[in-house]
């Protein structure tokens, strides 16, 4: 959904308080999305004892598609859980697709639907028992460097300290040079941080596991992001930053 939203994707996300078991944390993270990105408006459906239970996902990029189906939004049924899902296009089921869309609309607009805000959670979650919630899925625990990344740690502290300003680290592929640069990243304290992936393009796209190291506590984003706030930690290619406006699509300033 990120990569979505970086991209310029228009979503509009409809989730419920049915039986209080929606995650007061995960409702806070697409608050903060939805404040970062202007491309997402969530709403939430105020149940009030009804039932409220579908989980349908449609999209429009010149036909339109839909998935639909018993699938929640957690770790284990995306990746590894037992799920079932229809898809659906509209080259062969346009009445369908067209009755769906109608039928979201009016939850959409219903008296029952309310914009998402930071209140609205905090009043969801002291009127909610916690033993009431389902688990949510918290991020990954950051990962920890094997002994080559510690000693090259170890010696760009070292050349610190005797006052360089530049380091240069060779490592056989597979030893993990880009976790090792965001492992130093936080080593050092750096406020902002640009990385130029060149082994994979789905390296730029979330960070992946050093992009998880370094940035647990901040933004991250590729160039082509469409915040609202410049990202703090940076993914792209040199290519990407050569293009025309690249350092005032970052926003500027060192990195």
């Known amino acids: 959904m990120v990569d979505a939203l970086r991209r310029g994707a228009q979503l509009r996300l409809l989730t ?3 039986l209080g078991i929606t ?4 409702l806070r993270e697409l608050c903060e999305l939805a404040e970062e990105y202007a491309g997402l408006q969530v709403k939430i459906y105020r149940s009030e004892g009804r039932s409220f239970h579908p989980k349908a996902y449609l999209f429009r990029r010149g036909g ?3 998935a639909y189906g018993q699938q929640h939004w957690s770790r284990e049924a995306l990746r590894d859980g037992v799920e079932w899902n229809l898809r659906a296009i509209d080259a062969t089921q346009p009445g369908e697709l067209r009755a769906i869309a109608a039928r979201f609309e009016r939850l959409w607009r219903a008296p ?3 914009l998402l805000t930071q209140a609205w959670i905090e009043d969801y979650a002291a009127r909610t028992p916690v033993g009431q919630r389902l688990a949510w899925d918290p991020p990954p625990p950051r990962p920890e460097p ?4 510690l000693r090259a740690l170890a010696a760009l502290a070292s050349t610190r300290e005797s006052g360089h300003v530049r380091g240069l680290v060779v490592l056989a592929t597979g030893l993990g040079k880009t976790l090792l640069a965001a492992l130093d990243a936080l080593q050092m304290g750096a406020r902002r941080v640009l990385s130029w992936p060149i082994a994979r393009r789905s390296s730029s796209r979330r ?3 050093s992009g998880g190291a370094a940035g647990s506590q901040r933004g991250s984003g590729s160039w ?3 915040a609202k706030r410049p990202p703090e930690l940076v993914f792209a290619s040199v290519q990407t930053l050569g293009q025309p406006g690249a ?3 970052v926003g500027g300033g060192p990195l």
């Open 16 to 18: 419920g308080d049915y």
């Open 23 to 26: 995650a007061p944390q995960a």
């Open 64 to 66: 339109s598609a839909l």
């Open 112 to 114: 029952a639907a309310v």
């Open 146 to 149: 094997h002994a080559i990344q």
């Open 207 to 209: 960070g992946g596991p």
């Open 224 to 226: 082509a992001a469409c």
């Open 247 to 249: 350092a005032e699509a």
